[in-house]
């Protein structure tokens, strides 16, 4: 028992200093992204104060069009930035002799990644927005209550859909939105985690262009597997003027897999998840220098 007291405050402490870590190597960065809202809303201001004499108040879509980039900026160059240090032969040596196991590390960086990262830019991020909404109402609403808006009215267009629309779709698609999106937020910084640590140099371009390559691959791997046939079939129940659910009658594998697409995308990002747990914690466990 006091041995697991002793590795739990061991962990917290070092979970401490990694997060210490975290703010002196990402700290600016992220101040300048959560901040972009309010950059942005000012340079649109004083743009249009020179340009035509009046204030533009910077609206949903423009803001939500920062907080996209901003994400990812944040998302793709953080995970580098922070822990990218391992593959440097001086840092990365005097990482190693921490007196903290591998799988302690490994779970640190992802508490740090995956979780107080995104926290912390999200949090700060919509209470800016935020503020700007109320100190300007003509920006219109904030984006996070424009998101619940949004999710609202999917939600109360469930019963105005076909029954044939309904039957076809998964029903709770609507309702667990956007927590759908959580565990792929997760695995895009997993991603680039794991290409922090891999890679020496250019880590997040080096990263984007191994999954460009992935993706290429799988896509000339798996869709002759997933056509094959469909094309006729789906031609002959066009002309035939079939109804939606005797399509899904005609491709019963694809009618399950669209039924249960919530649950099969929560198992799948489930099992990458944890595939790329792994292999940090496996590239954390082999690294020298």
């Not at 779970?107 to 300007?136: E, H, R």
């Not at 609202?152 to 609507?174: G, H």
Request: proline share 4%.
């Amino acid at each position: 028992m006091n041995n697991d007291v002793l590795n739990m405050n061991r962990f917290g402490r070092y979970l401490v200093t990694d997060i210490k870590n975290a703010v002196s190597k990402f700290g600016i960065s992220l101040i300048v992204m959560v901040t972009i809202s309010v950059t942005g809303y000012l340079l649109a201001g004083f743009f249009s104060l020179l340009v035509g004499a009046q204030w533009h108040s910077l609206g949903i879509v423009g803001r939500s069009t920062l907080f996209g980039l901003a994400t990812l900026v944040v998302f793709l160059s953080a995970p580098a930035k922070i822990f990218g240090f391992l593959t440097d032969k001086r840092e990365g040596s005097a990482y190693l002799m921490v007196p903290v196991s591998p799988m302690e590390k490994t779970i640190s960086m992802v508490i740090v990644t995956c979780i107080v990262l995104p926290f912390v830019f999200f949090a700060f991020y919509f209470s800016f927005d935020q503020i700007i909404c109320l100190i300007d109402p003509k920006c219109g609403d904030s984006i996070i209550l424009t998101m619940n808006e949004g999710i609202f009215k999917l939600n109360n267009s469930w019963a105005s859909f076909p029954v044939e629309l309904q039957n076809t779709l998964p029903q709770d698609l609507f309702n667990k939105w956007p927590w759908l999106y959580l565990d792929d937020m997760a695995q895009v910084l997993l991603i680039f985690l794991y290409g922090a640590i891999i890679f020496k140099s250019s880590k997040p371009a080096k990263t984007v262009g191994c999954l460009i390559l992935i993706s290429i691959a799988l896509s000339m791997i798996f869709t002759p597997i997933m056509t094959h046939g469909a094309y006729e079939k789906f031609k002959t129940a066009m002309e035939t003027g079939m109804t939606p659910d005797q399509i899904m009658e005609m491709f019963p594998f694809y009618s399950w897999m669209l039924k249960h697409a919530v649950l099969m995308d929560c198992i799948t990002d489930t099992v990458v998840n944890v595939g790329l747990f792994l292999l940090i914690w496996r590239r954390v466990k082999r690294i020298t220098h």
